[in-house]
Every structure is written in C-alpha cells, then in structure tokens.
Nanobody, 123 residues
Framework: VQLQASGGGLVQAGDSLRLSCVAS????????VAWFRQAPGKECEFVAS????????AYAESVKGRFTTSRDNAKNTAYLQMNSLKAEDTAIYYC?????????????????WGQGTQVTVSS
C-alpha cells in the first residue's frame, strides 16, 4: 500500500490542523496506522496509532489530550487532528501502516511509510 500524508502548514501556537493519510494500491482496513514525527536534529518519535477498525488508539504523552487520531476505512484515509498546537510540535509528520502489530509505538513495526508533511508552529 502507498501512503500520502497531507494537511501540514504554518500555523500559530494554539491553532489546529488536521492531517490526512490517504492509502492507495491497497485496502487501509487491513492495516494499523500510526503517526510519527521528526524535528530537525531529533530522532523520529511516535505520536499516535490506531488499530484496524479504530477500536484502540495510543498517544505519546506529549500530545495526549491535544491530538486525536481516527480513520475512515471507506475512504481509505486516516486522520490526525491536532489542537492547541505548540512550537515544540514543529516537525515533519509521517503516517505509517502495518498489517502485523506488536508494539504500536515502535517505528520498526511499520513497513509502509508516507512521504511526510511539514507542520510549523510559530510561537
């Protein structure tokens, strides 16, 4: 499956953005989906994940209560709603997918990655 992330942009602190991850060449309902981010000079970090049917989600502590991940399998699309954005949320955001999931927070679990979308939050 190929993934295409979009929806990033330049916003001010406190604003909201919604990222989308559209799948093609496969059925997204077969995949668990996660969001990761990488800021300049930092390692890639887990942001959020959602299971195949959307019944279970997980979040990094740094975004819990502000970010929400969801999915619409009929549209082959997953989403990351980001509210109350902070300057430290600035990063390239990637969506990733896997058919076999053991540790949703580990980037090693995911073998399908989108190209990333830039989110810049000015303070």
């Amino acid at each position: 499956v190929q993934l295409q992330a979009s929806g990033g942009g330049l916003v001010q602190a406190g604003d909201s953005l919604r990222l989308s991850c559209v799948a093609s060449g496969g059925t997204l309902s077969w995949y668990a989906v996660a969001w990761f981010r990488q800021a300049p000079g930092k390692e890639c970090e887990f942001v959020a994940s959602i299971t195949w049917s959307g019944g279970s989600t997980a979040y990094a502590e740094s975004v819990k209560g502000r970010f929400t991940t969801s999915r619409d399998n009929a549209k082959n699309t997953a989403y990351l709603q980001m509210n109350s954005l902070k300057a430290e949320d600035t990063a390239i955001y990637y969506c990733a997918a896997t058919t076999v999931l053991r540790d949703p927070r580990s980037s090693d679990e995911y073998n399908n990655w989108g190209q990333g979308t830039q989110v810049t939050v000015s303070s």
